[in-house]
């Protein structure tokens, strides 16, 4: 190998994939006055929300209610209010009587969206680590001394007293050797999707990627499939374009994976629960969307929430049960398959994300292992913030949220 390490960093806390979680929860303990890294393998923040196109974050409110809708709000809210203050964001009436699952989402600009991720997190002091994608992870016992990123100028270790693992894929978890859990279990995962952007209008297309009538199952801990996947995909476009004489201007950078690895935490989340709004002590966020598994390209199951309940997420489901000082947050939390496929979308990614930005900041503070740090405070600092935060506050009124 002629690669080596050419610089050595030391954080409060290093963050680990900037999509929705990652983003939220590196501007939160920044914010808070923790020394942050947040690192990310593509040139932006945002992930599948910017990066890969997919522009609906859903939902920030739980349209059941008859007031108080507004269950997530927070810096992930912070971010829609400043796009819609410019005109980069569709923010649709969140009071509005229920008519179908599509109507709540919050339409935003992908590339206004990036622009604002960067100047937040630039304001809050983070240091950014775009293009580096996490390579090795540095174990000692129970604890993760540091991650190796790859540079073009050659390897960059991180340490930190705290890792907070927001790949989606739980990729910092699986190269520390952490426990983790894979799609159904058998090797099926739900299909990924490519957009992609015709040149006779702006209006975005769609490819689903990876279900199994087409043989070719997209497995997002498989190098190799990924490749097969991508090369399908653009092989189905580009057949596509041949046969309608149609020609295509720009294509997402790779296809967007519905479903990773779940780490394994201390508490999993379970679709009873789920279902049943059950609040715990420890629950820090709300979340509301179905349950909802995609296959053969198309919902092929699909589950409502006891209504008017709202489903919350649980810190102890956030924390690694291998490493101590490892947290996780957005889609590759500890939870069983129907509770991920739910609480996997955006807005619920963002909660979560400033739910653990907090409690690390919190454990860092007090110099405690975070899952020995007071649940009360978490929540006290996350309310503080601006968070709809279970147990304090059952949710805002949408009128007195929007700008
Ligand atoms: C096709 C599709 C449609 C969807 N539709 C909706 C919708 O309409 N509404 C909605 O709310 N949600 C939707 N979702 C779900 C939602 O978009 C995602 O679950 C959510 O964005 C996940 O956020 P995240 O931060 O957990 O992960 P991601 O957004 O995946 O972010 C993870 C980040 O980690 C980075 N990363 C990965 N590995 C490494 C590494 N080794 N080193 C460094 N960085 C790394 C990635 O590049 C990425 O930026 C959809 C998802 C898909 C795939």
Redesign the pocket.
């Known amino acids: 190998m002629n690669l080596k390490i050419t610089e050595t960093k030391k954080y409060d806390i290093v963050i680990?994939?900037?999509?929705?979680?990652?983003?939220c929860a590196a501007v939160s303990a920044a914010r808070l006055g923790c020394r942050v890294a947040l690192?990310?393998?593509?040139y932006g923040?945002?992930?599948?929300?910017t990066?890969?196109g997919?522009n609906?974050?859903?939902?920030f409110n739980n349209p059941f209610r008859k007031s108080g809708k507004m269950v997530i709000t927070g810096i992930g809210w912070e971010l829609v209010m400043k796009l819609y203050k410019d005109g980069f964001a569709a923010v649709p009436d969140m009071d509005a009587p229920y008519e179908n699952h599509?109507q709540y989402?919050v339409r935003v600009n992908p590339v206004a969206a990036a622009k604002k991720m960067d100047d937040m997190l630039i304001q809050s002091g983070a240091d950014l680590f775009y293009g580096?994608?996490?390579?090795d992870v540095i174990t000692a016992g129970r604890l993760i001394d540091g991650v190796v990123?790859a540079s073009k100028s050659g390897l960059r270790q991180l340490f930190a007293d705290i890792f907070i693992d927001?790949?989606?894929?739980g990729?910092?978890a699986f190269?520390a050797g952490a426990e983790t859990l894979d799609g159904d279990g058998k090797g099926n995962f739900q299909p990924?999707?490519l957009?992609f952007y015709p040149a006779t209008d702006s209006k975005e297309r769609?490819f689903?990627c990876g279900d199994n009538r087409n043989h070719v199952v997209m497995n997002v801990t498989d190098s190799d499939s990924l490749t097969r996947s991508e090369i399908y995909a653009r092989a189905m476009i580009y057949s596509d374009m041949v046969g309608s004489g149609e020609r295509i201007m720009a294509v997402a950078p790779a296809v967007?994976?519905?479903e990773?690895r779940r780490i394994a935490g201390i508490t999993e989340m379970k679709a009873e629960d789920y279902r049943n709004g059950t609040v715990f002590d420890d629950s820090v966020c709300y979340t509301h969307?179905f349950i909802d598994i995609h296959r053969n390209g198309r919902s092929s199951q699909i589950e409502y929430v006891k209504n008017p309940e709202t489903p919350t997420v649980r810190l102890s489901s956030m924390i690694s049960k291998n490493f101590d000082n490892l947290m996780m947050?957005?889609?590759?939390i500890f939870s069983d398959r129907e509770t991920n496929s739910a609480l996997?979308?955006?807005?619920?990614?963002m909660a979560?994300?400033q739910a653990v930005g907090t409690a690390a900041y919190t454990a860092i503070a007090d110099r405690k292992a975070v899952k020995d740090v007071s649940v009360l405070k978490i929540k006290d600092s996350l309310a503080e913030q601006g968070a709809v935060v279970p147990g304090l506050c059952q949710g805002l009124d949408f009128r007195k949220v929007m700008l």
């Open positions: 680990c994939g900037a999509g929705c979680a990652g983003f690192v990310e393998k593509y923040p945002g992930g599948i929300l990066v890969l997919n609906s974050i859903d939902r599509w989402g580096q994608p996490v390579v990123i927001c790949t989606g894929d990729d910092i190269f990924g999707t957009r769609i689903d967007a994976p519905r990773g969307w947050a957005g889609r590759c996997r979308v955006k807005a619920s990614c979560m994300g």
